[in-house]
């Protein structure tokens, strides 16, 4: 993983995490056509739980909740998020560092050592000034600390088992933003099996999407999304000293950010 990959981009106040997958494999045959009777099935099994996971994410917008992303174990990130009462912290843990994020109403106050000429003591980020795919928001559709969404927008084919869903993504349409992320490796191509990989979720007795994972399979890591503390207070603290975030940081982040 590059800190590129790494470093790549944060939406809802929370840094998309980005890992590049390995170089790509040689193409494999394409299945061949399914009957059409047997692929109606198919897409009527695939809204369906595709419908359930979107209804499964309207917590977003309800109550507080508590988001964790891991890749790998070399990427993580812990989020508590109130979006009805605009406040939210952050931590993600990257190799080389660690960048904390809090937020109250329409301020946002960041820490971090990764990036260079910024120093490592809080600072109050420009609105004005952030680059459009860092995105900072409590506004709906962009507010989900986890990315839920996006995931969600890049299914193939899934099935509803009880309170399990599983299927494949095409990990190549999971667009920029914050959760779980992929990039291309050497070449700038993903290997064919990307677009057709496993994944699996599951949801509570409540239907509130709690877990969704992908595991390592044809150069992509293994990389989970798990929500849980719903409705637990979040209480978040000015920090103490924060200064006007200096010049050098801004063209560090989002997608375009430090090398």
């Known amino acids: 993983m590059t800190r590129r990959a790494t470093l790549a981009g944060i939406s809802a106040g929370l840094l998309l995490l980005g890992c590049s997958v390995g170089a790509p494999t040689k193409s494999e045959p394409k299945p061949e056509s399914a009957p059409v009777s047997a692929a109606s099935a198919d897409a009527t099994m695939t809204a369906e739980a595709v419908g359930l996971l979107r209804g499964g994410t309207a917590f977003v917008n309800q109550t507080s909740y508590r988001s964790d992303v891991d890749i790998a174990s070399q990427i993580t990130s812990l989020s508590h998020t109130d979006n009805v009462h605009k406040r939210l912290t952050a931590k993600v843990t990257a190799p080389g560092g660690v960048i904390e994020i809090r937020m109250i109403d329409d301020e946002v106050y960041m820490k971090t050592s990764l990036f260079r000429g910024v120093g490592d003591g809080w600072t109050v980020l420009d609105p004005a000034r952030v680059p459009s795919d860092f995105a900072l928001s409590f506004a709906p559709g962009k507010n989900d600390s986890g990315g839920s969404g996006r995931l969600i927008d890049a299914i193939v084919t899934a099935r509803v088992d009880g309170p399990e869903i599983s299927g494949t993504i095409d990990a190549t349409r999971i667009a920029a933003g914050n959760g779980i992320s992929f990039r291309p490796g050497p070449g700038g191509v993903f290997p ?55 010049d050098a940081l801004y063209p560090q982040l989002g997608l375009g950010g430090g090398e």
Request: hydrophobic letters at 40%; proline letters at 9%; aromatic letters at 8%.
């Open 192 to 246: 064919d099996s990307a677009r057709r990989h496993a994944f699996r979720a599951s949801l509570d007795t409540e239907g509130r999407l709690v877990s969704f994972l992908m595991p390592e399979a044809s150069g992509l890591p293994n990389a989970s999304l798990r929500y849980s503390d719903f409705g637990t207070t979040v209480t978040v603290a000015r920090p103490p000293g924060a200064i006007a975030a200096p």
